[in-house]
């Protein structure tokens, strides 16, 4: 069974940074591409960035494009995403998520699209 577990949400000003764990058990995170998606009171989930296999491919959100990025070490079978310069409006639960299949980086960005999530992560931005 895949288990992912995010960590490192919390509360932060704008302007700030944060960097959120995903890890995995169960399957080996490298031959999957990972998600990041967010989800804000009263609004649907969203994609914020995927990355590919190896690391070096990803996609991001326009959103969040410039602010966000995300590595993996898969010797940790861990995926992050640093994200600097953080706006009140990025204040959501962040979900880590993969899919049962391999795709390529950025050819599902749609939340029902992936068979496993992690529990979520609050991040929240202060003004």
């Known amino acids: 069974q895949v288990q992912l577990v995010e960590s490192g949400g919390g509360l932060v000003q704008a302007g700030g940074s944060l960097r959120l764990s995903c890890a995995a058990s169960?399957?080996?995170?490298?031959?999957?591409?990972v998600t990041w998606f967010r989800q804000a009171p009263g609004k649907d989930r969203e994609f914020v960035a995927a990355?590919?296999?190896?690391?070096?491919?990803?996609y991001y959100a326009d959103s969040v494009k410039g602010r966000f990025t995300m590595s993996r070490d898969n010797a940790k079978n861990t995926v992050y995403l640093q994200m600097n310069s953080l706006k009140p409006e990025d204040t959501a639960v962040y979900f880590c998520?993969?899919?049962?299949?391999?795709?390529?980086?950025?050819?599902?960005?749609?939340?029902?699209?992936?068979?496993?999530w992690g529990q979520g992560t609050q991040v929240t931005v202060s003004s």
């Open positions: 998520a993969t899919p049962r299949a391999r795709y390529g980086v950025g050819s599902i960005t749609t939340p029902d699209a992936y068979e496993y």
């Open positions: 169960g399957r080996t995170f490298s031959s999957y591409i």
């Open positions: 990355l590919g296999w190896s690391g070096s491919s990803s």
